[in-house]
């Protein structure tokens, strides 16, 4: 072996390792008397995305409970001038009566003013966007409180941006990135191979166009993505991906078809959940 050249070939998976000897003609080596070649088996690895989800939403947490902090700081002096409890009162409003703090043991778990009570809040707001629309759209000057909670509520649900999808270059790095996700689940998943080099900018301009009906931007797509119609397991995807109505037992196969009866489905409607959850258990 040492005085010879050889090829060693490997076939390395997510839980396996093939090898092999060969020579320069591709003809398997022995030593010892034993063919050079052989497998090896191991638990497939894990991946980091349960970790990495749940630091992305201990930081979300955190920087919550950071804005929050600044906003009642905003607000303190404002708020204390006319509700000196309000900010307990608050804090206190998840428990039951029987558990709350005693200067704020009341029914009440916002505003406990003597003409103005939570009834009185809810009546007017029954939302907090409704709360939310009267202060954008009213001239008139409100109570510094609500003024808070609808800030509060904003600076609770404002978003964040530890999300690896989101993308920073602009609308064609973004949908080219979801495209290629899509070609790969359709690979993996389907076994269907979707043509991976394309314009980015082209297939948004295709899928944000209001001027195009969903059959023409499905015509579109397919002609952007060089499928023909008779390859109707692609052109189901493409329906799909267009908001027209397509057949899962067409983009599933054979193995669907022994399972299900009569699946079609549109991603635009709100059937579609009770659908993904009939698939799954199907």
Not at 46 to 65: F, H, K, N, P, Y
Not at 173 to 199: M, P, V
Request: glycine share 6%; charged share 35%; proline share 1%.
């Amino acid at each position: 072996m040492r005085d010879r050249d050889y090829y060693l070939g490997l076939d390395m998976g997510t839980s396996s390792l093939g090898w092999a000897v060969t020579d320069e003609n591709y003809n398997l080596l022995k030593a010892k008397g034993k063919d050079l070649w052989g497998i090896r088996e191991f638990e497939e690895a894990l991946t980091a995305v349960d970790r990495r989800t749940s630091r992305v939403a201990r930081r979300r947490r955190q920087r919550e409970i950071v804005r929050i902090g600044l906003l009642k700081d905003y607000f303190h002096d404002a708020i204390c001038a006319v509700d000196a409890n309000f900010y307990q009162r608050l804090e206190n409003s998840k428990y039951h009566r029987e558990d709350k703090d005693a200067a704020v043991n009341s029914p009440d778990g916002i505003f406990h003013d003597k003409g103005y009570t939570d009834k009185d809040y809810f009546d007017r707001y029954p939302t907090i966007f409704h709360l939310r629309a009267e202060l954008l759209e009213s001239d008139e000057p409100h109570d510094v409180r609500l003024v808070y909670l609808a800030l509060l509520n904003m600076f609770k649900h404002r978003g964040h941006f530890l999300n690896m999808t989101l993308g920073t270059d602009g609308g064609a790095r973004k949908i080219g990135e979801a495209y290629e996700d899509f070609c790969s689940a359709a690979l993996e998943l389907l076994e269907l191979e979707f043509l991976r080099t394309i314009d980015g900018s082209a297939l948004e301009e295709i899928l944000s166009n209001r001027d195009y009906s969903r059959k023409r931007k499905a015509e579109e797509l397919a002609s952007l993505l060089c499928v023909a119609k008779k390859e109707k397991r692609k052109m189901a995807c493409i329906n799909g991906i267009c908001g027209l109505k397509f057949d899962l037992k067409v983009v599933f196969g054979e193995e669907m078809l022994l399972r299900i009866r009569n699946m079609t489905s549109v991603f635009r409607k709100r059937s579609m959940r009770k659908k993904k959850r009939k698939c799954r258990g199907s």
